[in-house]
């Protein structure tokens, strides 16, 4: 077993669950530029043999290509001599996941199955909207947290996701948008989300980003990148069921939108339907909230609620989480979303009249909290739909 390999723990619910560190080498010896730093490309250069002064150079030019230009070929890099293009053709490469199947919804919403080139299987969905497409990118194969409502809970972790595959969710959604600047227009990197499809990014696929910290904050770097990727932090969301010890430095060293899973604002219930507040409770994560780096009211925290009937959803539970946000002065939205089912699922969507009643009662209080509309469902890609056969195909393995 290699050092990528050797087992790890990442926090469970109560013990940690050992997983596998990272993938199996590739099966080509080559080494993934996509989700390398600027200057970790430079060293990959130089220890591949080329000069200082020339790795400098090309890794400039190779990062242009890679995230301006999404250029995957060596030999279409126009400004690299055609001599040395085999030579990193050789050593190097530029990947994306691979696509297993990409489906439409009625609706227009996208899925796709994605697999890592080590064979473990995810999804990623992106869902249009009139004023923009929101992107929702995985952070694991699978989670640890089993939250009961949620169909990829019922899957085990198989592993986190590498930095190369969080950010080349978005560069395959840029592929399969066509959405990669025309030669000549590319000067001004800041993508612009006027006239794009691709405007906004949500990890809110599968798995619990802040349990894969590292990887996450690597890879939404390059997204942030102004020379990369270049999509602004304030079109950025990380969504967390409430991994409190790691808020503050997903503020400080992350800086996008947080949304907090807070699904019950009573701990009986919140211990079971997100058993992580066995660990760390209500009050706790609201404390953790409050002190969010970058939170005021021009950019408020999303707390998240499914509404499950007659679990979370009664007109007394809608004015407890009134009091708590006003108790801990929170700068909060509130985002309703209807229970999302899958089979075999243990729970009810609350009624829609039931959903009207609870949003009035904190819209009432003067906080925003629309109800979100399901997108997907159809093809199983709406919130909490999101399950892949890996476990079954490595089991049978
Ligand atoms: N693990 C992170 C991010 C992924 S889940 C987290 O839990 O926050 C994205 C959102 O979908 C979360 O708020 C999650 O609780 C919610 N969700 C999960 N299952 C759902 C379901 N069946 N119906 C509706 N929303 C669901
Ligand atoms: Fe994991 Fe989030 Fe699903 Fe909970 S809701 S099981 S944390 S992906």
Redesign the pocket.
């Known amino acids: 077993m290699s050092a990528a390999t050797a087992l790890m723990p990442i926090p469970g619910l109560i013990d940690p669950v050992p997983v596998r560190r990272g993938p199996d080498p590739r099966a080509d010896g080559r080494t993934e530029l996509v989700g390398l730093s600027k200057d970790a490309i430079r060293a990959a250069l130089e220890a591949e043999g080329f000069e200082p002064r020339q790795a400098k150079l090309r890794s400039k030019q190779l990062w242009h290509w890679i995230y301006n230009r999404g250029v995957s070929d060596f030999s279409a890099m126009s400004d690299i001599a055609k001599a040395q293009q085999p030579r990193l053709a050789e050593r190097f490469a530029i990947s994306r996941p691979t696509v297993v199947e990409a489906q439409v919804s009625s609706d227009g919403t996208r899925k796709w199955l994605l697999r890592t080139h080590d064979g473990n299987d995810f999804e990623m969905v992106f869902i249009p909207d009139s004023d923009r497409g929101t992107l929702c990118v995985s952070s694991q194969v699978g ?1 640890t ?1 089993n ?1 009961t ?5 019922t899957m085990r972790l198989v592993r986190n996701l590498e930095p190369s595959e969080i950010v080349g969710q978005v560069m395959l959604a840029r592929d399969a948008l066509g959405e990669w600047p025309n030669p000549g227009e590319e000067s001004a990197s800041n993508y612009q989300s006027e006239g794009r499809l691709l405007t906004n990014i949500v ?7 802040l349990y894969n910290f590292d990887n996450v904050r690597d890879a939404l770097k390059i997204v942030m990148d102004g020379d990369g990727l270049g999509l602004s932090k304030r079109r950025i969301t990380l ?3 409430g991994v409190v010890p790691m808020m503050e430095r997903a503020g400080d060293e992350i800086g996008v939108n947080l ?3 807070l ?1 019950s604002v009573r701990k009986e219930i919140r211990d079971e339907i ?1 058993p992580l507040n066995r660990k760390y409770g209500i009050e706790q994560l609201l404390e953790a909230c409050a002190a969010y780096p970058g939170a005021n009211n021009a950019r408020r925290i999303t707390f ?1 609620y ?1 509404m499950l009937k007659d679990k979370n959803d009664s007109d007394a539970d809608a004015r407890e989480l009134v009091r708590l946000i006003r108790k801990y002065k929170l700068p909060a939205k509130v985002n309703l ?6 089979p075999g ?1 243990p729970y009810e969507c609350s009624s829609g009249e039931r959903i009207r009643a609870f949003s009035t009662i904190i819209f009432e209080a003067g906080i925003s909290a629309p109800v979100r509309t399901p997108r997907g469902r159809d093809i199983d890609a ?4 999101l399950k892949t056969a890996s476990e079954r195909k490595r089991k049978s393995a």
């Open positions: 989670c947290l939250c409502f949620c169909h990829t809970g990890m809110m696929g599968m798995g619990e980003p969504s967390t069921s949304a907090v899973s699904h997100v998240e499914v979303i209807p229970f999302n089912p899958w699922a709406a919130c909490g739909q």
